[in-house]
Nanobody, 134 residues
Framework: VQLQASGGGSVQTGGSLRLSCAVS????????IAWFRQAPGKEREGISC????????YYAKSAKGRFTISRDSAKNTVYLQMNDLKPEDTAVYYC????????????????????????????WGRGTLVTVSS
């Protein structure tokens, strides 16, 4: 199984980037895919998730209204379109796959429940760096 994140880069405040997560070795119909990010000195933070069952989309408060998650089943790829980027969006972005969506959603939606252990997520990809300058 491999999750390959790409599309990071350096942009100015207000700019846009589209991240891609190319998935191999598992089917998007079976695994929920989420995007996380980690800024220097901070915890890994859940940003968005797309459900395997019905394509439902979930967003953290920090991402809602600016970021859009989508998937292309034919390409087995999940995207994160990020608009109106801010310096606080600077981080390494990771995509992750999980059979049990609950474990992913605890990192994205505070009301779901106590954050699960990141080790409960089945697969992680290597990150891609996003830098937003003011």
């Amino acid at each position: 199984v491999q999750l390959q994140a790409s599309g990071g880069g350096s942009v100015q405040t207000g700019g846009s980037l589209r991240l891609s997560c190319a998935v191999s070795g598992l089917n998007l119909d079976d695994y929920n895919i989420a995007w996380f990010r980690q800024a220097p000195g901070k915890e890994r933070e859940g940003i968005s998730c797309i459900a395997s069952s019905d394509g439902a989309k979930y967003y953290a408060k920090s991402a809602k209204g600016r970021f859009t998650i989508s998937r292309d089943s034919a390409k087995n790829t999940v995207y994160l379109q990020m608009n109106d980027l801010k310096p606080e969006d600077t981080a390494v972005y990771y995509c992750a796959a999980g059979k049990i969506i609950y474990y992913l959603l605890t990192h994205i939606l505070p009301d779901v429940g106590k954050k699960s252990d990141l080790g409960d997520v089945d697969y992680w990809g290597r990150g891609t760096l996003v830098t937003v300058s003011s």
